[in-house]
């Protein structure tokens, strides 16, 4: 069985987190899958799907480590080509990735008690990020 499902989430950009747990587990849920697997994917390459531990401290910490290896602040070939700005937005993407896998047990998606499924918007400007879910299993 495959079940198809699309979400869609506004943010603020500029390194903005949100917890999409609650959707992820909703979608499985409707997706009458007991046993499988749940891809959720964001279309765009300046926002990342990943898991954390969605408290203000993690979350903070992880917007520190990202400028850190991948500034905002400086000048990328991208934004040479594009004059957009958004060089780093691309980059950070791309080092964390813009869908995830996650089992499916029970009917439940498998996170550990401590663990939420976030999307990350790095892009320069407030965006309505559109979400698909596929859960595929039996």
Known sequence: MVHTDTFAVST??????????????????????RQGIACVACAGS?????TIEFE???VKDL???LEKLVPHARSYHHDATWGD????????SALLGTSLAVPVEDG??????????VLVDF?????KRSLTVVVSGE
């Open 85 to 92: 700005a958004n060089g780093y937005a691309h980059l950070r």
């Open 63 to 65: 917007q520190e480590l």
């Open 108 to 117: 439940r998606p498998v996170l550990g008690t401590w663990q939420q499924v």
């Open 12 to 33: 603020s950009g500029l390194c903005d987190v949100h917890d999409i747990t609650p959707e992820l587990s909703r979608v499985v849920a409707e997706s009458q899958v």
């Open 123 to 127: 892009d320069n400007r407030p965006r």
């Open 46 to 50: 300046t926002a990342a799907i990943t």
């Open 56 to 58: 203000p401290g993690v």
